[in-house]
């Protein structure tokens, strides 16, 4: 199998404070990962790719020095948010890829509310 | 721009008919295609890939590719109200690396 496992499932936080998800890859190594943030009702909005060892890529739009990427390993990308407000309050999903695979395999999403 | 264009519904059937979902897609060399099942507050899930033109079954699902038009699409036969969902189109780009190109997803919604 492909299981990601994206931990935590929900978190709410204080206003100002930062926030850190992790993702992990449990039976491969995740060359890709991938983060996407989606609003209710919405379609999900890729937010960066990130890759082992090297800086992630950001889509246009969004704040690198807000959404801390770190792929510190095959099996391991860690997402912060930083100095949070509640705009920031959505569900963020992370998905990572083999090596040489295209599906995404996607972990099971945090939900973030920041008061 | 690569796109994935899909009807967002919602599509509405009633339990044990045929609930046909379709995509189009812009980049003529794409050559991989996915189908991925959301249930509300939850993560995208796989449930169908499909490369080669023609139909690829698996249980009640059934998706169907045609490169020349370039158009996906799912067929869910027997459908239950737990395949209430938004399903989700999606395409991979011919970069290795990079981000499946998804459509907005069509939401279906299977009464009994």
């Known amino acids: 199998g492909a299981v990601v496992s994206q931990h935590p499932s929900r978190v709410i936080c204080k206003s100002g404070t930062s926030v850190k998800i992790e993702c992990r890859s449990l039976?491969?190594?995740?060359?890709?990962m991938f983060w996407y943030r989606q609003f209710p009702k919405q379609s999900l909005m890729l937010m960066a790719t990130s890759n082992e060892g090297s800086k992630a890529t950001y889509e246009q739009g969004v704040e690198k020095d807000k959404f801390l990427i770190n792929h510190a390993s095959l099996t391991l990308s860690t997402l912060t948010v930083t100095s949070a407000h509640p705009e920031d309050s959505s569900f963020y999903i992370c998905?990572?890829?083999?090596?040489?695979?295209?599906?995404?395999?996607f972990g099971q999403g945090t939900r973030l509310t920041v008061v | 721009q690569k796109e994935v264009e899909q009807n967002s519904g919602p599509l509405s059937v009633p339990e044990g008919a045929i609930a046909s979902l379709n995509c189009t897609y812009s980049d003529r060399g794409s050559q991989s295609f996915f189908w991925y099942r959301q249930y509300s507050g939850k993560s995208p899930e796989l449930i169908m890939s499909?490369?080669?033109?023609g139909d690829k079954e698996d249980g009640r699902f059934t998706a169907q590719l045609n490169k020349a038009s370039q158009y996906v699409s799912l067929l869910i036969r027997d459908s239950q109200p737990s395949d209430s969902a938004t399903y989700l189109c999606a395409v991979a780009p011919n970069q290795a690396g990079t981000a499946l190109i998804f459509g907005k997803g069509t939401t279906l919604s299977v009464s009994s």
């Open positions: 039976d491969f190594q995740a060359t890709t």
């Open positions: 499909i490369y080669s033109n």
């Open positions: 998905s990572a890829q083999k090596q040489g695979v295209e599906e995404a395999f």
